[in-house]
């Protein structure tokens, strides 16, 4: 992946003294052999030091695994494991940790087979929590050999976006627009996350735009903008300012990004930019996510944090939509009605201005930007990339950093129907179930802003763990509620 890690995750097998060192040794085995049956191989070390049983083997462990380039760890409990060994090479491991343990083989083989590990699972998480230690463990951490091979397989985004985010640097231009109380972004969570902010005046990217005029690699861009446009090429005479755009762009993280491996940014795209810069900068936008780098509008910081959090997770392009207006009801009865399993409160409309990458796009064209036209000329606020979103799955989530500094997310799978919008901007008709109480009592509740982020596909278990890990209290991180079971605020008489 551009812009994101690629996952090695060391298994490291761990033995308590008293238990026959064999199981641990056979069981990590089988757990290797499972894995690389059915999945990518490349994505795990076996180490090869045969059990860890006390802290020297613990450091001999860690020494290997960084050897070997892991940036995840399994700690596989083959049998009780040692409480102690097994957090110290939690603790001092420097990355996102998972822990799981092995499943009893045969009621035939309970004697000098017996593990226990269901028993030392237990003590292994109490350790965790006294040393204050983060790791992952699945919903039920204890398998067979193929079983934890899935666990593990399922601990590759949620591992890929822990590691992405320790090494991250989101860039912002500008401060946010006026009456744009909304995309408020206190920093001190991002560095509690450790992720890093640069923060720039729009003056600054101006300034380094006005510099890449006449850039010789501006021809190849418009070439790439003219095939990847084709016949929704409506403003071509707008292209070479978006190609300089772009590059400038592209410069600015390369020159910027200092020691961090991967960049995200927050964009200025109002209301002086049109002006200044004689166009709308929502297809670079789009292009750029396209290529891996979000780009979230508005000066919206945590938005372009949800959005590299999406395409972390699933290695797909993502996009940062308004929570924007409901379906009018002629268009439910017409449209969804008895064709959807979905009430008319379940359903609303996404929509920006034209950010949404064109491979998530059903079809698109180059437009101008009809709200900002609505009070400037046309010719400057070209630079819209507008269509439908493509029908399928989708999670709708957000991380925000509330004013007093404190993290709390929502996520829900949902879909795009394949509904015409009848409308302008990249824009789709989104249904999630139960979405009406969710809207109330979690979004507006919460006071969450009205940008979310979108990946394309369900992401939610992933996403839901990821959020814990990186300290998320789980009373924080809001969902939508099933039918029947209530949210704390909702009026148990309505």
């Given amino acids: 992946m551009y812009n994101a890690p690629d996952v090695k995750i060391g298994i490291v097998a761990v033995s308590r003294d008293c238990f026959p060192e064999s199981l641990s040794v056979n069981r990590r085995k089988a757990l290797v052999e499972a894995y690389t049956k059915k999945y990518d191989a490349s994505q795990i070390y076996e180490c090869p030091i045969c059990i860890v049983e006390s802290e020297i083997h613990m450091v001999q462990a860690l020494e290997d695994i960084k050897k070997a380039g892991c940036n995840a760890l399994c700690v596989y409990l083959g049998n009780f494991g040692p409480e102690i060994a097994e957090t110290l090479l939690a603790k001092h491991f420097d990355g996102p940790v998972m822990f799981c343990a092995a499943a009893e083989e045969s009621q035939n083989d309970l004697v000098q087979g017996r593990g226990d590990a269901y028993c030392g699972m237990l003590n292994a998480s109490y350790n965790l929590k006294l040393r204050n230690v983060k790791a992952y463990i699945p919903e039920y951490p204890v398998g067979t050999a193929e079983e934890c091979a899935d666990m593990i397989h399922e601990f590759v985004p949620i591992a890929r976006t822990v590691d992405a985010l320790a090494n991250l640097k989101i860039i912002s231009f500008g401060p946010r627009p006026l009456n744009f109380l909304a995309c408020n972004a206190p920093i001190k969570q991002l560095y509690n996350l450790n992720v890093e902010i640069e923060e720039n005046s729009e003056l600054d990217l101006f300034e380094a735009f006005k510099k890449h005029e006449g850039d010789e690699r501006i021809p190849a861009k418009v070439k790439e903008m003219e095939e990847e446009l084709g016949k929704g090429n409506n403003k071509p005479g707008i292209l070479p300012k978006l190609a300089q755009y772009e590059l400038t762009l592209l410069d600015w993280v390369e020159e910027h990004r200092g020691y961090r491996k991967y960049v995200a940014i927050a964009g200025k795209c109002w209301p002086a930019f049109q002006t200044q810069f004689g166009f709308v900068p929502c297809y670079v936008n789009s292009r750029l996510t396209g290529m891996g780098i979000p780009v979230s509008c508005e000066v919206d910081i945590y938005g ?102 404190k993290l709390r997310a929502y996520i829900a799978n949902g879909e795009v129907l394949p509904v015409a919008t009848k409308s302008f901007g990249a824009i789709g008709v989104f249904a999630i179930p139960e979405m009406g109480r969710f809207y109330r009592h979690v979004l507006i509740e919460k006071n969450f802003p009205h940008h979310g982020a979108v990946a394309f596909g369900h992401y939610g278990k992933a996403i839901y763990e990821v959020f814990k890990y990186i300290g998320v209290d789980v009373d924080e991180i809001g969902y939508n509620q099933p039918k029947g079971v209530r949210y704390p605020t909702e009026n148990p008489f309505a």
């Fill in 304 to 405: 372009a944090l949800s959005e590299f959090i999406g395409y972390t997770v699933s290695e797909d392009i993502v996009t940062l939509l308004d929570i924007n207006n409901s379906v009018p009801a002629d268009m439910y009865e017409e449209s969804i009605k008895g064709k959807f399993d979905y009430t008319h409160k379940d359903t609303f409309m996404g929509f920006h201005c034209g950010n949404t990458c064109s491979k998530k796009l059903a079809f698109c064209s180059m437009q101008h930007q009809m709200i900002m036209a609505r009070s400037l000329p046309e010719e400057v606020t070209q630079g819209t990339l507008e269509g439908d979103i493509a029908p399928g799955d989708i999670t709708f989530f957000r991380l925000q950093s509330t004013a007093d500094a």
